[in-house]
Structure formats: structure tokens, C-alpha cells
């Protein structure tokens, strides 16, 4: 289940920001696992990481796995641990704790074991666990970045919350301080064998070796690219707002 999520659904805030556009006057798009398949069915849309974990958990409870939710701390300059930036699943097996995050797209469940050090062998997409003071320390490579890991750290007064948590963070998030993915487009796929991503109107392609390639896109080639290579729908497309060059993102 992991693995087909990993590779069948995007990391991309397409309908957060056409939700910023509009009106406002509902919770923000993909706050609730119906609305988000429906986006997702009708115009290959996923979310950043509260409405893409929130609605991961939702579907695997819905297969009656043992998932819960967590609210972790992504550890980037001027953030602290407890911040409660980053949403992300466990599920647990034969009393093992499987970190499944649907926005990382790891492939691979990741062992979550007291006192060891763990990590996933899916290649590009592999990630790493480290134990810390009441909790781990995940790592992984983003789509855009692979020069350093990036990082988030569980907290135990965080695990688990409920959905209306990830609602509340999320909605939380639509404020420029807490969330880097508001007024630009980002957007992540993962293939079995391959990274692709647009971040800062740049297209940014991973092999399976690890090695990056980058090209400049203007408007209507990000557009292109949107619709042939990442399956997004031409309603949604047309729909997003123009980038803030000034903004700043990750």
C-alpha cells in the first residue's frame, strides 16, 4: 500500500494555493480524505503533508491497518522542535512501529525501534530513523535537494492526534510563518526509478543513480509539464494562481 502511494500520488500544493485564491470560505482544500480523493480522482492532485497523511491514514483505517497519526517537528533554520510542522503515519506490526509517510514517498516502511538505528534500502527514495530523546529522528531526500538530508522528529505528546488535529494544523499552516508552500508552486512525484519535481520554476529530474538535472520553464512550459508529466488536470492547471518570485520556500 505504501509503494502504491509512494509512486501514485504527488506531493504538491496545486489545490492549496488554488484554495488561497479563492475565497476562502471553506476549510482549506483537501482537509478531509473524501475531498482529497475525489481532487485526486478528477484532477491527479495530492497536498502537502497534513491533507496527504491525513488522507493516507483515513484510506489504510479504512482497510482496517493498525495507522495512527502523528504530529512531528520538521527540522529546518528557525524552527524548534515542538512546533508541530510536519504530519506525518505509523502503523505498528508484531509490535513494531513502521514510519509509512505519504509525502516522503519512501517505497519502503521504515522500522521505527527503540535505541537502534534504522534505515530502508529503496534507493533514491530511501529513508533513515534515528533514536533521539523521547522519540526518532527521520531522514530523507527531498525531490529539489539532494546535497542534504532533510529531517523531522517525533514527539510523544504528539502521538497520536486525531484527524481534526491534521485539520487544525493545516488550516494553521496558511500562514506564511509556518508553511513554506503557499505562494509558489511545488510539486513532487516519485517513479519506481526516478524523482520529478518543479520547485521555483525549475524542473528538476532524479535518476535511479542519484545524479540531478535541472531546466529553467517559463509559464506555458510549466503548464506542459503539469498536465503531460505529472497528470495534473488542464482545470486545475489553468487554475493556479502566478508564483511570487519574491516569496520566500524551501
Same mark, same amino acid.
Given at each position: 500500500?505504501? @509503494? #502504491?502511494?509512494?509512486?501514485?500520488?504527488s506531493?504538491?500544493?496545486?489545490?492549496?494555493?488554488?484554495?488561497l485564491?479563492?475565497?476562502r470560505?471553506?476549510?482549506?482544500?483537501?482537509s478531509?480524505?473524501?475531498?482529497?480523493?475525489?481532487?485526486?480522482? #478528477?484532477? /491527479?492532485?495530492? /497536498?502537502?503533508?497534513?491533507?496527504?497523511?491525513?488522507?493516507?491514514?483515513?484510506?489504510l483505517?479504512?482497510?482496517?491497518?493498525?495507522?495512527?497519526?502523528?504530529?512531528?517537528?520538521?527540522?529546518?533554520?528557525?524552527?524548534?522542535?515542538? $512546533?508541530s510542522?510536519? /504530519?506525518?503515519?505509523?502503523?505498528?506490526?508484531?509490535?513494531?512501529?513502521?514510519?509509512?509517510?505519504a509525502q516522503?514517498?519512501?517505497f519502503?516502511?521504515?522500522?521505527?525501534r527503540? /535505541? +537502534?538505528?534504522?534505515?530502508?534500502?529503496?534507493? $533514491?527514495?530511501?529513508?533513515? @530513523?534515528?533514536?533521539? +530523546?523521547?522519540?526518532?529522528?527521520?531522514?530523507?531526500?527531498?525531490?529539489?535537494?539532494?546535497?542534504?538530508e532533510?529531517?523531522?522528529?517525533? +514527539?510523544?505528546?504528539?502521538?497520536?492526534?486525531?484527524?481534526?488535529?491534521?485539520?487544525?494544523?493545516?488550516?494553521?499552516?496558511?500562514?506564511?510563518?509556518?508553511?513554506?508552500?503557499?505562494?509558489?508552486?511545488?510539486?513532487?512525484?516519485?517513479?519506481?526509478d526516478?524523482?520529478?519535481? $518543479?520547485?521555483?520554476?525549475?524542473?528538476?529530474?532524479?535518476? @535511479?543513480?542519484?545524479?540531478?538535472?535541472?531546466?529553467?520553464?517559463?509559464?506555458?512550459?510549466?503548464?506542459?509539464?503539469?498536465?503531460?508529466?505529472?497528470?495534473?488536470?488542464?482545470?486545475?492547471?489553468?487554475?493556479?494562481?502566478?508564483d511570487?518570485?519574491? #516569496?520566500?520556500?524551501?
Amino acid at each position: 500500500m505504501y @509503494a #502504491a502511494v509512494s509512486g501514485n500520488v504527488s506531493g504538491d500544493n496545486v489545490q492549496k494555493r488554488i484554495w488561497l485564491d479563492g475565497d476562502r470560505g471553506s476549510p482549506v482544500a483537501g482537509s478531509y480524505p473524501e475531498e482529497f480523493f475525489e481532487n485526486w480522482l #478528477a484532477h /491527479g492532485t495530492g /497536498g502537502t503533508c497534513f491533507p496527504l497523511n491525513g488522507a493516507f491514514a483515513a484510506l489504510l483505517e479504512a482497510l482496517e491497518f493498525p495507522v495512527r497519526r502523528i504530529a512531528t517537528t520538521m527540522m529546518v533554520p528557525g524552527v524548534e522542535r515542538g $512546533i508541530s510542522n510536519h /504530519g506525518s503515519v505509523v502503523v505498528t506490526f508484531d509490535d513494531v512501529d513502521y514510519a509509512v509517510d505519504a509525502q516522503t514517498a519512501g517505497f519502503e516502511a521504515l522500522p521505527l525501534r527503540p /535505541g +537502534e538505528e534504522t534505515r530502508t534500502t529503496s534507493g $533514491i527514495h530511501a529513508m533513515s @530513523a534515528f533514536p533521539i +530523546e523521547d522519540g526518532f529522528e527521520v531522514r530523507f531526500h527531498t525531490g529539489h535537494v539532494r546535497e542534504q538530508e532533510f529531517r523531522f522528529q517525533t +514527539e510523544s505528546e504528539n502521538d497520536p492526534v486525531d484527524h481534526e488535529r491534521f485539520v487544525s494544523l493545516y488550516a494553521r499552516s496558511t500562514d506564511n510563518a509556518f508553511s513554506p508552500f503557499n505562494n509558489q508552486l511545488y510539486i513532487c512525484r516519485h517513479f519506481e526509478d526516478s524523482i520529478l519535481s $518543479i520547485h521555483r520554476g525549475k524542473k528538476i529530474s532524479v535518476a @535511479a543513480d542519484g545524479s540531478l538535472t535541472s531546466v529553467e520553464l517559463d509559464d506555458a512550459l510549466v503548464r506542459e509539464a503539469l498536465v503531460e508529466e505529472f497528470g495534473i488536470s488542464e482545470e486545475a492547471v489553468y487554475a493556479l494562481p502566478k508564483d511570487d518570485p519574491d #516569496a520566500p520556500g524551501m
